[in-house]
């Protein structure tokens, strides 16, 4: 399993230096936005407005979302066009562990974005915010919901990806991924948002894997 999941991680290495450069540059403008927190307040901005989240958080998310996707679809595009099943296949090594393996490979992509920015942002908010703004587990709670949309957009990069078809099954994905940017300031980081993606994720996982298991290789 290790061996797969280090061929994986080699194949699409680009994914994660991009993950990791996206959080570093994320993290360095976060800093000064931050710490000018106080000082905007005072000249009557809310820095917490809705415009400021929609003219912010939305790109920024869009971006995030759809490389995620577009990491799913080139692992399984990669696969259904060079082969790379059937060949592991000859080996001896089952379609069960190969694709654990690919969805193990993305989740640690999205825990390369994320986990910097959560420590950053918890750091920061001690620093930099008052208590009373905060509440136990609110950047928990904040981690499960992106995390979990994350991962959502990477599993339609993987039906996406897998799909004989280009145009179609492409722009079907952008739209579903797209999706889900509103869907998040809309519900929040709460129980409703994950109850959606969770049910969401378990539907599409066992789309993916019963297509994986029966498509001739």
Same mark, same amino acid.
Request: proline share 4%; with cysteine.
């Given at each position: 399993?290790?061996?797969?999941?280090?061929?994986?991680?080699?194949?699409?290495?680009?994914?994660?230096?991009?993950?990791?450069?996206?959080?570093?540059?994320?993290?360095?403008?976060?800093?000064?936005?931050?710490?000018?927190?106080?000082?905007?307040?005072?000249?009557?901005?809310?820095?917490?407005?809705?415009?400021?989240?929609?003219?912010?958080?939305?790109?920024?998310?869009?971006?995030?979302?759809?490389?995620?996707?577009?990491?799913?679809?080139?692992?399984?595009?990669?696969?259904?066009?060079?082969?790379?099943?059937?060949?592991?296949?000859?080996?001896?090594?089952?379609?069960?562990?190969?694709? &654990?393996?690919? !969805?193990?490979?993305?989740? $640690?992509? #999205?825990?390369?974005? @994320? *986990?910097?920015?959560? %420590? /950053?942002?918890?750091?920061?908010?001690?620093?930099?915010?008052?208590?009373?703004?905060?509440?136990?587990?609110?950047?928990?709670?904040?981690?499960?919901?992106?995390?979990?949309?994350?991962?959502?957009?990477?599993?339609?990069?993987?039906?996406?990806?897998?799909?004989?078809?280009?145009?179609?099954?492409?722009?079907?994905?952008?739209?579903?991924?797209?999706?889900?940017?509103? &869907?998040?300031? !809309?519900?929040?980081?709460? $129980?409703? #948002?994950?109850?959606? @993606? *969770?049910?969401?994720? %378990? /539907?599409?996982?066992?789309?993916?894997?019963?297509?994986?298991?029966?498509?001739?290789?």
């Amino acid at each position: 399993m290790f061996a797969l999941i280090k061929r994986e991680i080699q194949d699409h290495i680009v994914y994660f230096i991009g993950a990791a450069a996206f959080a570093a540059i994320f993290i360095l403008i976060s800093i000064p936005v931050v710490g000018r927190y106080e000082s905007i307040k005072r000249q009557g901005y809310d820095y917490r407005t809705p415009e400021f989240t929609v003219g912010i958080g939305v790109p920024v998310v869009a971006i995030v979302i759809i490389g995620i996707c577009a990491m799913g679809a080139t692992q399984m595009y990669l696969d259904r066009t060079r082969k790379i099943s059937a060949l592991l296949s000859t080996l001896a090594v089952s379609r069960s562990r190969i694709l &654990l393996a690919r !969805i193990i490979t993305g989740i $640690l992509a #999205i825990l390369t974005l @994320l *986990v910097p920015l959560t %420590i /950053a942002a918890v750091t920061l908010l001690r620093l930099y915010v008052s208590p009373v703004l905060m509440y136990p587990g609110m950047v928990f709670e904040i981690f499960i919901a992106v995390f979990l949309m994350a991962f959502a957009c990477y599993c339609i990069g993987l039906q996406t990806g897998w799909n004989s078809g280009k145009i179609i099954p492409t722009l079907g994905g952008i739209a579903l991924t797209c999706i889900f940017v509103p &869907l998040l300031f !809309i519900k929040g980081f709460g $129980l409703h #948002i994950v109850v959606i @993606l *969770v049910l969401f994720i %378990i /539907a599409s996982l066992l789309r993916t894997w019963h297509t994986f298991m029966t498509t001739s290789l």
